[in-house]
C-alpha cells in the first residue's frame, strides 16, 4: 500500500506517520508538506532513513507538484495539510482559503484522474460551529462555521462531498475534536500554557475561561483514521471525540498543579471574536460501526503530554525564535499588556 499523507511533518500528520510505520512496516509513506512555520522535519527523525519513507517539499495546491507525485503512483490520500490556527485565521484569512479549499480541490482533481482507492479528508469539529450548554455533534449536524479557520475546513469538506456525488471519487470525511500530546506547536492552548508556565510567563486566557472543548489525545485520533482507511464505508463522516469536555480553566489549573506554578500566572484577556463556546462529539458511528475506542483518558493523557514537554524543553524552545516571536507580539502584545 503507498499512502501518501500531506501535512506530515505537523503536529497529527507527524504524529500519524510515526504511528502508521509501526502499525504497517511494510506500507510506503510519502510525506507531502510545503514546511510552513508549523511544519518540522525533526518530528520524523526517527524514520527519515527507512527505505519505506519519502518526503517531498511541496504546497498542496501547487497542480504540477502534486501531479508530479501522483504519476509515481498512489493508493490512498490522508489529506492533514492545513492552515489549523483560528487566531491566525483572524488575522489573515486568505492563506486558510489557498490551502485548505483550493490545495484541497487540486488534491482531489489528482486523486480523481490518478484513480485511488480512497482519499481521506481529516477535517474538524468546528465545522459545525459552537454548542450551547446540552447536546453533542453529530454526522448529521448542519455545518455552521464560525471562524474563517472552520469556515475553509468547511468548504474543503463540501468539495470532498461533491467529487463523491460528481465524479464516484471513493471518499472519507473525519471530524475530531482538540487534540493534544507530543509534537503540538506551542501556539495551541495547551503546550502555549505548559511553556509559558515553565518560563513563568503570563497565561492569556480569552473571556471568562469557560469555553468547553472536548479532548482528544493525538494517538487515539490516529488509531481512529487508521480503522477509517480501511474499514470506513465509502462516502461516510466519521465524527471522532473521546467524551473529555472541559473548560478552559480546567485545562489551565490542572496544567499549573501538575508543574506545581501558582494560579497568580493566570491573565484574563479580550476574548477571541466569534470565539465558540462549547464543542462536545457524539463518537457512537465510528464506535458502533468501527469499533473505535481511545486508549487515553484525560487524566493520564495529559499527564504524559506535560512530561513529553519537560523532556523536550529543546523542541520548543527552537521553534520559539524569529516568525513564532513576531506571531505572539501581534496576537498578544496588547491583551497582555506589552508594548508592540
Ligand atoms: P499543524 O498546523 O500542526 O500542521 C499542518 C501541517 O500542514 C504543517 O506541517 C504545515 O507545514 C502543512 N501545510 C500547511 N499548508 C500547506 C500546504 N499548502 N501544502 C502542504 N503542506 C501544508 O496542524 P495539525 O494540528 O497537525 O492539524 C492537522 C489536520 O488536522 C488539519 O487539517 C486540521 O484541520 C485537522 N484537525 C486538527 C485538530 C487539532 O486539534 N489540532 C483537530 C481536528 C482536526
Ligand atoms: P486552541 O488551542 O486555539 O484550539 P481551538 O480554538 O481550535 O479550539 O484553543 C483552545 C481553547 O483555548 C479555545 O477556547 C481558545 C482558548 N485559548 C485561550 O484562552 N488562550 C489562548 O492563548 C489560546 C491560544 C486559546
Not at 146 to 157: M, V, W
Not at 169 to 198: D, H, M, W
Not at 228 to 248: A, D, F, L, P, S
Request: charged share 20%; proline share 4%; net charge negative.
Amino acid at each position: 500500500m503507498k499512502l501518501l499523507v500531506t501535512g506530515g511533518a505537523g503536529f497529527i500528520g507527524s504524529n500519524f506517520i510515526l504511528y502508521i510505520m509501526q502499525q504497517y512496516p511494510d506500507y510506503q509513506i510519502v510525506n507531502m508538506d510545503s514546511l510552513t512555520y508549523a511544519g518540522n522535519l525533526e518530528n520524523l527523525k526517527s524514520v527519515e532513513g527507512n527505505p519505506n519513507y519519502t518526503f517531498v517539499q511541496a504546497d498542496i495546491a501547487d497542480k504540477q507538484a502534486v501531479d508530479a507525485i501522483f504519476q509515481q503512483g498512489v493508493d490512498v490520500v490522508v489529506n492533514f495539510a492545513a492552515e489549523s490556527h483560528v487566531d491566525r485565521s483572524i488575522l489573515e484569512p486568505e492563506i486558510f482559503v489557498n490551502t485548505n479549499v483550493l490545495g484541497t480541490q487540486v488534491l482531489l482533481d489528482a486523486s480523481k484522474n490518478y484513480g485511488v482507492t480512497k482519499f481521506v479528508q481529516v477535517s474538524t469539529d468546528e465545522v459545525y460551529g459552537t454548542l450551547g450548554e446540552t447536546g453533542l455533534f453529530s454526522e448529521t449536524t448542519l455545518l455552521a462555521p464560525n471562524s474563517p479557520y472552520s469556515a475553509s475546513k468547511a468548504g474543503g469538506d463540501l468539495l470532498v462531498r461533491a467529487y463523491h456525488e460528481t465524479f464516484g471519487l471513493p471518499v472519507n470525511i473525519t471530524r475530531c475534536s482538540n487534540n493534544y500530546g507530543p509534537y503540538q506547536f506551542p501556539e495551541k492552548l495547551i503546550p502555549l500554557i505548559i511553556s509559558r508556565a515553565l518560563n513563568d510567563e503570563s497565561l492569556p486566557i480569552y473571556g471568562d475561561g469557560l469555553n468547553i472543548r472536548d479532548w482528544l489525545y493525538v494517538e487515539d485520533h490516529c488509531s481512529a483514521i487508521d480503522l477509517v482507511i480501511h474499514q470506513g464505508k465509502i462516502g461516510e463522516v466519521y465524527n471522532i471525540g473521546g467524551n473529555n469536555e472541559r473548560t478552559n480553566l480546567h485545562i489551565v489549573t490542572t496544567i499549573l498543579e501538575e508543574l506545581g506554578k501558582p494560579e497568580s500566572l493566570i491573565t484574563f484577556v479580550a476574548d477571541r471574536p466569534g470565539h465558540d463556546r462549547r464543542y462536545g462529539i457524539d463518537p457512537s458511528k465510528i464506535t458502533n460501526e468501527l469499533g473505535w475506542k481511545p486508549r487515553h483518558n484525560f487524566e493520564t493523557g495529559i499527564k504524559e503530554t506535560i512530561r513529553w514537554y519537560l523532556n523536550h524543553k529543546d523542541w520548543w524552545t527552537r521553534i520559539q525564535s524569529g516568525a513564532y516571536r513576531e506571531y505572539m507580539t501581534q496576537q498578544y502584545g496588547k491583551r497582555l499588556g506589552e508594548p508592540e
